[in-house]
C-alpha cells in the first residue's frame, strides 16, 4: 500500500494524491497549478498512465483540486470520478469557465505568435473536453462507506469549505493489513458561517492536513463582519458606487448574504440596488440555493424565517453583457463581480469605468495575490491601465480580511485534536513556512508529522507513527546540462547587461549574476565533486 505525493507539496496549489493498494490505484484530487509561471506545470505529462487509473475521488469544486480532470479523461482514463452531488455540479460550471478562458488565453497567444512565424497554441483542454470528462462525475453522499475499487472504500464527510466540499475517510486492505488515511481538503474554519463545522473524525493511520493558513490566525467571524458592516455603510453615505471584486462561487454568495443581513437592520437603505454580474456566479447561486439543506444552522435560522440569503432586498442578477454595460450609467448601488483579484472577469470593465471617481469605493473581501491588479489597487498604486486604457484610481480603497473559507492554524490544530489514535500527519497544501509552523504545532500538541515534498512516496502500514522514520527524503540531483545550461543563461544575461549599461540603468545588476553564478559553481562542486562546465 502507498500513497505519492503529487502536487500541492510546498505550495498550495496543484493537489493530487496517488494512492495504491493490490492492484487497485486510486487518485485522491487532480489539480491545476495557479501560479503565475504555472502554465508548463499544467502542461507536464502525468507521473502515471490516465488508462491505469481505477478512480479518482475528487475532495471539492475548486480548479486546484479539480482542473486537471478534463485533461486525465483526455489521456484516457475511464473511470468513475467520485464526488459530493453539489461537487458534481459546481465543478461543471468551474470547468467550463476554465476551458472558456483557456480558449481565449489560447487565441491570443496564437495571434501574438503568428506576427514573430512562431507555431500556434492549444489551450490545456477544451469545452469538449470539459463535456466528456463531466460524463464520469458520479455522485456519492455524505457519511455513507461506499467501495472505489478491490481493496478500496471511502467515505465522504463535509469539509466545511465550500458547498459539497469533502474531508475523505479511505480505507485501504491488502491481504490480511488494513490502512485507514484520511484526506482533510480544504477545511472549513471551526465557526463556520454558510457551511456546516467540519466534521469530526477520530480514527486514522495517516492524516493528509492542508496548511494553507499554518502560521496565521484569522480575525473572527463578528470582527470581519463590523468590519464589513462599517465600510459598506460608510461607502454608502457617498451616494456613489461600490464595487467588491469576489470570487464567485461561496465568496459572492455569503458577501449577497451580509448584504441581505445589512439590509434586514436597515444599516442600508433598501433603496440602494445591487447587481451581482456574474452568469457564472448566477449559476454557482441556483445551486447553493438547491443545496440549502446542507448549510450551516445560522442559514438554516434565517430560511426558518422564510427569508432567502442570497436575495438581499433590490438585488439584480446580471447575466447578459447588455445589463452588464447598462450598469455603467448609474450613478448608486452596490456591485458584485467576479474575479475576485481583479485579474479578469466583468469587475474589470466596471472599475474601469468608475474607480477614477473618488467618490466611489472599492472593497476587497478575499487575497490578492502578487501581479494581479487588485493586489496592485491594494497597493495603492495610482496610474494603472484597465482594459486597454490609463486610469488614475481616486475612489476609495477598502480590505476586508477575515472572510476565508480556509480553517486557521488554531482550527487545523482542533480539528487535528479529534484523532483519539496516533496518525501520521501528513502536511500539504501551504507555502513551507505555513506547513513547518503547523508541523512544530502538531509536535508541541504531541503529534508525528512530516512535510512530503513533490513526488514522494509514502509506504503505508498500519501505526502511521510508527513509519515516519522511513520517509527518508531522497537526494537531489543536480543534472549536469541543466546546471551548464543555467550557467549559459546567466553568463549570457550578464553580458548584455554590461554591454547595454548605459541605457538600462540595470549595470549594478552585473556583480550580482556573476557571483550567482559562482554560487552555483561551488553547490555542483560541492555535490558531485566535479565541475558543471568541464
Ligand atoms: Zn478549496
Ligand atoms: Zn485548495
Not at 490516465?50 to 469544486?61: E, N, W
Not at 489560447?106 to 507555431?119: D, I, M, V, Y
Request: charged share 25%; glycine share 8%.
Amino acid at each position: 500500500m502507498r500513497l505519492k505525493v503529487l502536487g500541492a507539496a510546498g505550495e498550495v496549489t496543484g493537489s493530487s494524491y496517488l494512492l495504491e493498494c493490490g492492484g487497485s490505484r486510486v487518485i485522491v484530487d487532480c489539480g491545476m497549478f495557479q501560479g503565475r509561471d504555472d502554465e508548463k506545470k499544467n502542461r507536464e505529462p502525468f507521473l502515471f498512465s490516465a488508462a491505469s487509473i481505477d478512480a479518482v475521488l475528487l475532495t471539492h469544486a475548486h480548479l486546484d483540486h479539480s482542473g486537471r480532470i478534463p485533461l486525465l479523461v483526455k489521456e484516457g482514463f475511464k473511470g468513475k470520478v467520485m464526488t459530493t452531488l453539489p461537487t458534481v455540479e459546481l465543478v461543471r460550471v468551474l470547468w467550463h469557465d476554465s476551458a472558456n478562458l483557456m480558449k481565449e488565453e489560447a487565441e491570443w497567444k496564437t495571434k501574438k505568435n503568428s506576427r514573430k512565424g512562431l507555431a500556434p497554441v492549444a489551450p490545456l483542454y477544451s469545452v469538449d473536453d470539459v463535456d466528456s470528462a463531466a460524463k464520469s462525475l458520479t455522485a456519492v453522499g455524505y457519511d455513507e462507506k461506499t467501495g472505489v475499487a478491490p481493496g478500496v472504500s471511502v467515505r465522504f464527510r463535509d469539509a466545511g469549505h465550500i458547498l459539497g466540499s469533502a474531508i475523505l475517510e479511505v480505507w485501504l486492505e491488502e491481504d490480511d493489513k488494513q490502512v485507514k488515511i484520511v484526506f482533510s481538503g480544504d477545511l472549513g474554519p471551526q465557526n463556520t458561517v454558510m457551511e456546516r463545522t467540519p466534521a469530526i473524525i477520530s480514527s486514522a493511520d495517516y492524516v493528509v492536513i492542508e496548511s494553507t493558513y499554518g502560521d496565521r490566525l484569522h480575525k473572527n467571524t463578528g470582527e470581519s463582519r463590523a468590519e464589513f458592516h462599517d465600510v459598506i455603510t460608510s461607502a454608502l453615505k457617498d451616494k456613489a458606487k461600490v464595487f467588491i471584486p469576489s470570487f464567485v462561487v461561496d465568496r459572492a454568495q455569503r458577501i449577497l448574504y451580509e448584504l441581505a443581513l445589512l439590509k434586514d437592520e436597515g444599516a442600508m437603505s433598501s433603496g440602494v440596488p445591487i447587481f451581482f454580474d456574474s452568469p457564472m456566479g448566477v449559476k454557482a447561486t441556483e445551486i447553493y440555493r438547491k443545496h440549502m439543506n446542507l448549510l450551516s444552522s445560522e442559514m438554516q435560522q434565517y430560511l426558518s424565517q422564510g427569508k432567502d440569503p442570497f436575495a438581499p432586498e433590490r438585488l439584480k442578477y446580471v447575466s447578459s453583457v447588455e445589463e452588464s454595460q447598462a450598469i455603467n450609467s448609474l450613478k448608486h448601488g452596490v456591485i458584485v463581480a467576479g474575479s475576485g483579484m481583479a485579474n479578469g472577469g466583468r469587475i474589470v470593465h466596471h472599475l474601469k469605468h468608475g474607480i477614477w471617481n473618488p467618490k466611489n469605493h472599492v472593497v476587497f473581501v478575499g487575497y490578492q495575490a502578487h501581479g494581479t491588479l487588485g493586489r496592485r489597487i491594494v497597493e495603492g498604486e495610482k496610474n494603472l491601465r484597465i482594459a486597454g486604457e490609463d486610469v488614475t484610481v481616486k475612489a476609495q480603497v477598502h480590505t476586508i480580511n477575515g472572510f476565508s473559507a480556509h480553517a486557521d492554524k488554531n482550527d487545523l490544530l482542533a480539528w487535528a485534536d479529534n484523532f483519539a489514535t496516533s496518525p501520521l500527519f501528513i502536511i500539504t497544501h501551504g507555502e513551507p513556512a505555513s506547513s513547518l509552523a503547523l508541523s512544530e504545532a502538531l509536535k508541541d500538541a504531541g503529534r508525528t508529522s512530516a512535510i512530503p515534498f513533490a513526488g514522494q512516496e509514502i509506504e503505508l502500514e498500519p501505526n502511521g507513527s510508527a513509519s515516519v522514520h522511513r520517509m527518508t527524503p531522497q537526494p537531489i540531483v543536480l543534472v549536469k546540462e541543466e546546471v551548464s545550461g543555467i550557467l549559459t543563461d546567466i553568463q549570457s544575461l550578464a553580458l548584455k547587461l554590461e554591454n547595454n549599461s548605459v541605457s538600462s540603468g540595470l549595470d549594478s545588476l552585473v556583480p550580482l549574476l556573476k557571483s550567482s553564478k559562482i554560487l552555483l559553481e561551488t553547490a555542483y562542486d560541492r555535490m558531485t565533486g566535479s565541475r558543471p562546465t568541464d
